[in-house]
């Protein structure tokens, strides 16, 4: 429910991991040795036995890589993490800089000197990510250094977790919409369109969405870890531990798949390559240790991973489940914002108290799975790191006059919800009702929009941070990433950011999340899920548009709302908005909290 910070203890004990670290560099002849967040698989989340990044460092976010130098150890975050990241490690051990990861290669050719070795786990590092590193590196006269075994493994030893075992089990087709033969068919059209005699599946939600199976070896993400190659033609093959997989899903398996243990993954590339098979990896996912397999990165297939592209189009099964998976969430969350707006009037309600009675409530549908992050509950400055995780070294109480943000979701086997509020406890400040305006018209901007064929998230980005460029401010995330059906809460290609270069298609789960966030204060995030709709040619236009359909279903905080800053059609948005909300979800409902409602989303 909530992570465990760091003691003093355990932060004296990052100091000697770092040291037994550099002892095991200095054997093996290393300047420098990279320690990503990533495991094998390359998701975004990690499995605790995997969790390299924090154990060597303390840091406990979702994305970042260490660099240990001999003398001094670097954490580079994005910008959502650097207040956390400064507040999990220990001062004076391990520096944190904000750097997009793209420019690690220039930062370390700065302490390195020509000869210097970089040592690192081919495993842990994409290939484009490790191509990069090299055409930086080498005109430096510096050397990347494969290493066989993992040294942060070796200095974890017999502490290290044990690889989760977890039993997996079939998603059923009625909340997949397609069958698993009819995925792998479709994989292989496109290989055969590519002239790829086969392509090797690393992401496990890829595996996960192609052979219709979902599992818990990562918290609050439904997949199992395991690899496949869907050839050409035929059967395709899954690596997999099989103490995993029970009778029944085996036979779900078998009727269309061979099932192989995942130490018989080596040998099938390899025979792969002596047969001298065109195999397909995705450079940006793959890790550079398959590439070495089939023999070297100028002997690969190179292609995106058929399946991203795939499963962001959600077919009409999925689009039926999301929409009724977010009306039962929407009525959860409803319910415990009314318990908010009561409880916090006694001063007692504290940020873990808050986390406690939200899963609660979600547990109470008797459909929740599992949540699909770690829930954000921020009171006042925490509210502005904005992936703020609470422990009980942090927690603090909601306190008058300050804003309370939660940022939280859920796991149901028809879909997968992600929803922020911002709350104010006790009345709100001038400067804070400005804020959240400024947030709420880019998040209606974007909600709003109607945009042609070809369009992407960069082109949309724009829209949802006009208003806070008004005003001389801003945020250092995205405003938008791809959510999965009942998978991933964060799932490519699409995203509304400055990166979003992928083309935004109809059946697409995107969120929409512009924020605010002053350090020290507070923080403010307005987060609904949208669908993007089919192409339209509207009465007198040109040509086609697509737009957003929203999905997230719960009031947003009026007392935060300043009406003089809204244009009248973003009234009537905020208007339609609550009273989509208040019809949909009031059935679902006790009478006090539908009382409660019709007051929450009464019109501006």
């Known amino acids: 429910m909530f992570q465990t910070f760091e003691s003093q203890s355990e932060r004296g004990a990052t100091a000697g991991r770092i040291k037994e670290l550099r002892r095991l560099m200095a054997a093996a002849k290393l300047d420098a ?11 975004e989340y990690v499995p605790p036995s995997a969790a390299r990044l924090n154990f060597i460092t303390g840091f406990s976010g979702s994305a970042g890589i260490a660099i240990i130098l001999k003398r001094s150890a670097t954490l580079f975050v994005d910008g959502r993490y650097p207040v956390q990241a400064r507040a ?33 786990d081919p495993r842990l590092h994409t290939i484009a990510e490790v191509e990069r590193l090299e055409a930086v590196l080498e005109p430096h006269g510096i050397k990347l250094v494969p290493v066989s075994r993992n040294l942060v493994d070796r200095v974890w030893g017999k502490e290290r977790p044990a690889p989760p075992q977890d039993p997996i089990w079939a998603h059923p087709q009625k909340y997949a919409g397609r069958s698993a033969p009819d995925k792998i068919a479709d994989i292989q059209k496109r290989l055969k369109a590519d002239h790829h005699d086969a392509v090797v599946l690393t992401l496990s939600d890829s595996v996960a969405w ?28 899954l690596f997999i531990a099989p103490e995993k997989i029970e009778p029944a899903v085996r036979t779900h398996l078998e009727a269309f798949a061979k099932i192989l243990p995942p130490k018989a993954l080596d040998e099938r590339l390899k025979a792969l390559r002596t047969a001298g098979k065109s195999v397909r990896l995705d450079p940006n996912t793959a890790s ?27 077919n009409t099964a999925e689009i039926k489940g999301s929409r009724a998976a977010h009306v039962r969430d929407g009525a959860a969350v409803t319910r415990f914002l009314a318990w908010l707006d009561d409880a916090t009037t006694s001063g007692s309600v504290d940020e873990i108290e808050a ?35 609470v422990s009980e070294a942090t927690n603090r109480k909601l306190r008058p006059g300050e804003l309370f943000l939660v ?19 006790g009345k709100p400040s001038p400067e804070m009702r400005d804020r959240f305006t400024r ?32 005003a001389g401010l801003d945020y250092d995330h995205g405003t938008g990433h791809g959510v999965g059906s009942y998978l991933s809460v964060h799932e490519g290609p699409a995203s509304i950011s400055r990166a979003g270069m992928a083309v935004l298609e109809p059946g697409m789960i995107i969120s929409n999340e512009p924020g605010y966030y002053k350090e020290g204060a507070y923080g403010i995030r307005i987060e609904n899920l949208v669908l993007v709709t089919p192409l339209e040619k509207l009465q007198g236009a040109d040509r086609e548009t697509m737009g957003f359909e929203t999905l997230t279903l719960a009031p947003m905080d009026r007392r935060l709302i300043d009406k003089e800053l809204l244009t009248p059609a973003e009234i009537e948005w905020i208007n339609d908005y609550h009273a989509r909300v208040a019809e949909t979800i009031s059935p679902d409902l006790d009478n006090d909290t539908r009382a409660w409602l019709k007051a929450a989303t009464a019109p501006l």
């Open 33 to 43: 040795y990279l320690v990503p967040r990533a495991d094998e698989h390359q998701g």
């Open 439 to 470: 947030v709420l018209k880019g998040h209606i901007a974007i909600a709003t929009a109607r945009f042609p064929k070809g369009s992407r998230g960069i082109d949309l980005d724009p829209f949802a941070r006009r208003a806070l460029w008004d």
């Open 88 to 120: 999990e490690v220990e001062p004076g051990l391990v520096d944190v800089s904000l750097i997009a990861r793209g420019n690690i290669g220039t930062w370390l050719a700065e302490p390195l000197s020509r000869g210097a070795r970089v040592g690192f």
């Open 210 to 237: 192609a052979f219709n199976i979902r599992g818990s070896d990562i918290p609050h993400t439904p997949v199992a870890l395991a690899f496949a190659i869907v050839p050409v033609s035929g059967k395709p093959e």
């Open 407 to 425: 940022d939280s979701g859920a796991q149901y086997l028809d879909g997968t919800t992600d929803i922020t509020r911002t709350v104010a406890i």
């Open 355 to 389: 986390v406690r009675q939200l899963e609660g409530f979600r547990r109470a549908t008797n459909q929740l799975r599992e949540i699909s992050f770690d829930t954000i509950s921020g009171s006042g400055p925490n509210g502005a790191i904005v992936h703020y995780r």
């Open 288 to 314: 550079f240790a398959f590439a070495r397999a089939l023999g070297g990165t100028k002997k690969i297939a190179r292609g995106a991973d058929p399946t991203i592209g795939l499963k962001a189009i959600k």
